[in-house]
C-alpha cells in the first residue's frame, strides 16, 4: 500500500509516524505529548499500544491505531471510529461492537484505509509525520477517486450499440433542395442597423469594513485597533502584517469567567496567574474592549529593551474542543511570541491564531520574559 497519507480537519488528534498513527479525540489531549515522542522515535505498534493504555482501558473510550508494513496493516479501533478497508481480498468496513474492547484486523494486499471519525469530510490536505486535528485520515489511494473509475468502467462496458446490416438495407435517394434565391436589397433603401446600447456599468461592488464581519469566532479575537502596538517604543523586528481569518467561522464562543481555573501561569518574573477569564499580558497592556463585570487579569512585565509589545498576548479558558484548557493568542505583537509544547519543536504563533495550551508549555514573549503553563 502507498504511504501516501492525507486527511480532512476537525477536532481530533492525529499523532503520526513512520509506521504507525494513532487518531484520539480532543478529549485525549493529555496523551498526545508522550505518544508523539514514542511515534518519532519510531516505536512500532506494540509499545504505542503499550503506552497507550497505561492509564487502563476504562479512560479511553474512542482511539483507532494503523500500522503499516508495505501491502499489510494492522488495524485497530474503539468506539467511534469506522474503517473502510480495500484489499485485494475483497472491501471490509472495520468497526467494534458494543460491549467489545476494539476490533482489530491484520489485512494484506491493501490498496486503501479511509479511517472515518467524525462527518464525512473529503480527505484533500497532505499528512506529513507529526500532529494534526483531523476528521477524516485515508492511506493509500482514495477511496472516492477509485470509485467512479470503476464505475465508469462498467458503464462503458455495458452499454452496447446495435449496428444496421447495410447490405441488407435498400438506400433511398437524399433529395438535397435548392435554397430560395435572397431577394436584392436596392442601396438607397437598404436599412441601416444601429448598434445596441451598451448596457450601464455595474456599480462598484462593496465589501464592507473590517468591523462588519458578522462571525466572530469567539476562539480567535479580533486584534483590534486599540490593540495596535502604535506606541511608538517597541523596537527590533517589523510590523506583522494583517492576518488571515480563522478557518472556522461560527466556533462556539467560550465563557467570559469560568467557575474553576483551567490552568495556571508561572511568569518568569515571579507571578502566578490562575486562568479563569482572559488574561492580557504586555509592557503596557489595554482592556478597553471588556465590559465592566468581565474585566481580565491585566499583568505588566518588564521589557526593557522594548521587545514585547504594549499588549502582547491574550491567554483565556478554551471552547469546543479546547473546552477545560487554556488557549493563547498572539495581539499582532512586532516582534512575535514563540511556543514550546512538551516534546515538540518551539515554533512562533501566528497573529490572531489560537492555540490550545497544555502543562508543561512554555511561551517566551522576549526580554527574557517567559511564561510556564501548568495545571491549576
Given at each position: ?5 492525507r486527511f ?23 496523551r ?11 516505536a512500532?505498534a ?11 482501558l476504562s ?7 494503523v500500522?503499516h ?31 467489545t ?5 491484520l ?5 486503501s484505509v479511509?479511517v ?20 477524516v ?13 470503476a ?9 452496447e ?7 441488407e ?11 430560395d ?11 441601416v ?5 451598451e ?25 483590534a ?13 517589523a ?54 463585570h ?5 499583568v ?7 521587545e ?6 491574550e491567554?483565556r ?16 505583537s ?12 518551539a ?17 517566551d ?6 511564561i ?5
Amino acid at each position: 500500500m502507498s504511504t501516501e497519507a492525507r486527511f480532512a480537519a476537525g477536532d481530533w488528534y492525529a499523532v503520526v509516524g513512520d509506521q504507525v498513527t494513532v487518531l484520539l479525540p480532543g478529549s485525549q489531549r493529555g496523551r498526545v505529548a508522550g505518544l508523539w515522542d514514542l511515534a518519532d522515535s519510531g516505536a512500532g505498534a506494540d509499545a504505542i499500544l503499550d503506552a497507550l493504555l497505561a492509564d487502563g482501558l476504562s479512560t479511553l473510550d474512542h482511539f483507532a491505531l494503523v500500522a503499516h508494513d508495505d501491502d499489510r496493516i494492522r488495524l485497530l479501533v474503539r468506539g467511534a471510529p469506522t474503517a473502510a478497508v480495500r484489499a485485494t481480498e475483497g472491501d471490509e468496513v472495520v468497526s467494534a461492537a458494543p460491549g467489545t474492547a476494539w476490533a482489530e484486523r491484520l489485512v494484506t494486499g491493501v490498496s486503501s484505509v479511509r479511517v472515518t471519525l467524525t462527518g464525512d469530510a473529503t480527505a484533500e490536505h497532505l499528512l506529513a509525520p507529526g500532529l494534526a486535528r483531523v476528521s477524516v485520515v485515508e492511506f493509500g489511494t482514495p477511496v472516492s477517486a477509485a470509485e467512479p473509475a470503476a464505475a465508469e468502467s462498467l458503464a462503458v462496458e455495458s452499454v452496447e450499440e446495435p449496428v444496421p446490416d447495410l447490405a441488407e438495407a435498400d438506400p433511398e435517394p437524399v433529395v438535397v433542395p435548392e435554397p430560395d434565391p435572397e431577394p436584392a436589397v436596392e442601396p438607397e433603401t437598404a436599412a441601416v442597423a444601429e448598434p445596441a446600447p451598451e448596457p450601464p456599468a455595474d456599480a462598484p461592488l462593496h465589501f464592507g469594513e473590517p468591523a462588519d464581519d458578522p462571525t466572530p469566532t469567539g476562539e480567535t479575537p479580533v486584534v483590534a485597533d486599540e490593540w495596535s502596538d502604535r506606541d511608538g517604543q517597541t523596537q527590533i523586528g517589523a510590523p506583522v502584517p494583517d492576518f488571515d481569518r480563522p478557518p472556522i467561522p461560527g466556533q462556539e464562543m467560550a465563557p467570559e469567567v469560568v467557575s474553576r481555573p483551567v490552568a495556571a501561569l508561572v511568569f518568569s518574573t515571579g507571578d502566578v496567574i490562575a486562568v479563569d477569564r482572559t488574561v492580557l499580558v504586555g509592557r503596557a497592556p489595554e482592556a478597553r474592549r471588556f465590559a465592566s463585570h468581565d474585566q481580565p487579569h491585566v499583568v505588566t512585565v518588564p521589557s526593557p529593551h522594548q521587545e514585547i509589545s504594549s499588549t502582547h498576548l491574550e491567554i483565556r479558558p478554551g471552547a469546543g474542543a479546547d473546552h477545560g484548557s487554556a488557549i493563547a493568542t498572539d495581539l499582532g505583537s512586532t516582534n512575535g511570541t514563540v511556543l514550546a509544547l512538551p516534546g515538540l519543536d518551539a515554533e512562533e504563533l501566528k497573529p490572531g491564531i489560537a492555540v490550545s495550551l497544555v502543562p508543561g508549555a512554555v511561551l517566551d514573549l522576549g526580554d527574557g520574559v517567559t511564561i510556564q503553563v501548568t495545571n491549576p
